[in-house]
């Protein structure tokens, strides 16, 4: 798939910032972490391109995300695993991710390889799907769904594995 790259003034420079916009209701994840790196000047388009494929800004994004790791040698474990995540996840960016938010707060998300990869280009993430914490009704509702919902998962688990185990 193409897309459409249109550059506009950013803030009070006279510096012309590309931006790739969006094309048929999609991909959310590849332009929010394309565009912020752009916008940080972490990556950048020929002053004369006028339109990029997928396979263009994947290359794009293997490249930057390799230097990141390059450059982060001496870190943690976890955090080059991140890095190897969101290598893995790019293929998948032009379809979009699956990304469960958090309801308490508008930068908490359930941990996924997902969310690594939004930590791996340090490109933040926010969601507007929270409640009003003075409304006691809605947190008490929803932490309960939430608790709920963990239950629910618990107890499928537990049932497949008895169903594993009696092999029904």
């Known amino acids: 798939m193409l897309y459409r790259v249109r550059r506009f003034k950013w803030h009070a420079s006279d510096r012309l910032v590309p931006i790739v916009l969006q094309a048929v209701n999609g991909p959310c994840p590849l332009l929010a972490i394309v565009n912020c790196l752009t916008l940080a ?9 006028r339109q990029v494929s997928f396979e263009e800004l994947q290359l794009m994004l293997r490249s930057y995300l390799e230097g990141v790791m390059a450059e982060r040698k001496s870190e943690l474990a976890s955090a080059l695993r991140s890095h190897e995540d969101a290598l893995e996840l790019l293929p998948r960016l032009e379809q979009g991710l699956d990304i469960n938010v958090v309801f308490a707060a508008a930068s ?12 791996a280009f340090g490109v933040p993430l926010y969601h507007g799907w929270c409640y009003d914490p003075q409304d006691k009704a809605t947190a008490e509702y929803v932490l309960m769904i939430m608790m709920l919902f963990l239950c629910a998962v618990l107890f499928f688990s537990w049932c497949c594995s008895v169903l594993v185990w009696c092999h029904c």
Request: aromatic share 20%; net charge negative; no cysteine.
């Open 41 to 49: 000047d972490k990556l950048s388009f020929h002053p004369e391109q």
């Open 108 to 119: 908490r998300f359930e941990y996924t390889p997902a969310i690594a990869m939004f930590d």
